[in-house]
């Protein structure tokens, strides 16, 4: 193996890390994973609002941290820098001489005050990669507004689809809008990094949680501008395939996902009534989402008639896509996620072994790195400020001693 392959597809990449909560870490995590070296900049003594949304917590009293935290901040190192105050200013300014990605998620203008929005990074280093995290934008009417994933879910439409059809408006289970924009991030420095390789230049890159929110809306976004009717909720059912969703069976819930004519007709053979997929109401596809309403009551009952179980063993059989409704705890209990090593253990001084959820990406040749938890606050200050901008002991024990760095 390479040395290139052991070191990872970002080796040599230098992350400066400002944002907070999930949008932002969830990016700087896939960039670490991917061999980046990622500095979290944190406010002294308090850190990343997440390291206390908990329970749960790992650690004790002293070291106590929530789960949350450890879930978007793997493979980072975390310094701890007051940067209201110029000092603590002039030390990030430092870091980012020598840095090619910086990724925030402050308000708009939100750091123009300190000097570091990207017209006064820029001015220090043009090559730099600068991605801002918003609710909204730099430009527009809502620009200045705080955003959280919540309120964009319901905003960018995916709650008006999300929940039963008689039911309230639903989130989704996880923050996914931030997630979804943390994903887009990741992706959008490295299509800017490599853009920087072919013409020396960085560039400032504008990401909004509603505008990621629209985007994926995908099928249902352009189901409503192909024919000007908004998509309502429809539960676990699909908009554009039936059949295609959750059953209830004599035991418990199984996903029918029903995705072409062909699966169609063997699970029609294997439920005993071939006579459905023959008639023409519902052969096809398109015909099945035109008479939903006269098929899924003859579904639903026929599923009630056997176990999960079994229904899941002889649709397998005959390669119709099935699947169980999992909680977490059968989740990494299945024998397909131990196999794919998605649950792994990382090593933090303070705490010990503690696990974390795989990155899903497997390269042939390059490494996903998974050398060390997320960091304690201000872990890594003495060694990047020392290693990197040079400060000696006297320097680092005035610059404590003011408050500056923890």
């Given at each position: 193996m390479s040395d290139d392959a052991i070191q990872g597809a970002l080796s040599g990449i230098r992350v400066i890390d400002l944002s907070r909560i999930l949008a932002g870490p969830w990016a700087t995590q896939m960039l670490a994973d991917f061999g980046a070296e990622v500095i979290k900049v944190e406010r002294p003594g308090q850190g990343d609002d997440t390291r206390g949304w908990g329970p749960p917590f790992?650690?004790?009293?002293?070291?106590?941290?929530?789960?949350?935290?450890?879930?978007?901040?793997?493979?980072?190192?975390?310094?701890?820098?007051d940067f209201t105050r110029p000092e603590g200013q002039q030390l990030v300014h430092d870091l980012v001489r020598e840095a090619d990605v910086l990724v925030e998620n402050y308000k708009v203008d939100g750091l123009k005050k300190y000097r570091l929005d990207y017209d006064s990074l820029k001015a220090i280093n043009p090559r730099l990669v600068y991605c801002s995290i918003t609710g909204f934008g730099q430009t527009g009417p809502y620009k200045h507004r705080a955003g959280y994933d919540f309120m964009i879910q319901g905003m960018g439409g995916l709650m008006s689809v999300t929940g039963e059809p008689d039911g309230t408006p639903m989130k989704v289970g996880v923050a996914l809008t931030d997630i979804l924009t943390g994903l887009y991030a990741a992706n959008a420095v490295q299509a800017a990094l490599h853009y920087r390789a072919r013409t020396g230049l960085g560039q400032h890159i504008d990401l909004a949680l509603l505008d990621v929110q629209v985007a994926t809306m995908a099928n249902q976004a352009m189901n409503y501008l192909a024919t000007g009717n908004s998509p309502g909720r429809l539960g676990n059912a699909h908009p554009n395939i039936v059949p295609y969703q959750a059953f209830a069976t004599t035991d418990g819930y199984l996903i029918l996902a029903v995705g072409n004519d062909g699966q169609f007709q063997r699970f029609?053979?294997?439920?005993?009534?071939p006579d459905l997929s023959a008639d023409e109401r519902f052969a096809t596809n398109q015909a099945r989402v035109a008479h939903r309403e006269q098929l899924l009551p003859v579904i639903i009952e026929r599923m009630k008639t056997q176990t999960r179980d079994w229904w899941l063993d002889k649709l397998e059989a005959v390669s119709v896509p099935c699947g169980p409704i999992n909680s977490l705890e059968q989740v990494f209990a299945d024998p397909q996620v131990q196999?794919?090593?998605?649950?792994?253990?990382?090593?933090?001084?303070?705490?010990?072994k503690v696990p974390s959820v795989a990155n899903p990406i497997r390269f042939s040749e390059s490494t996903i790195h998974y050398e060390r938890a997320a960091p304690s606050l201000g872990s890594d200050t003495d060694h990047v400020l020392t290693g990197l901008l040079d400060c000696d002991a006297s320097r680092l024990a005035f610059l404590r001693k003011q408050g500056i760095v923890g």
């Open positions: 790992f650690g004790d009293d002293e070291h106590k941290v929530a789960a949350y935290f450890h879930s978007a901040n793997r493979g980072k190192q975390s310094i701890a820098i029609c053979e294997v439920a005993g009534r196999a794919r090593e998605l649950k792994r253990e990382l090593n933090q001084p303070e705490l010990g």
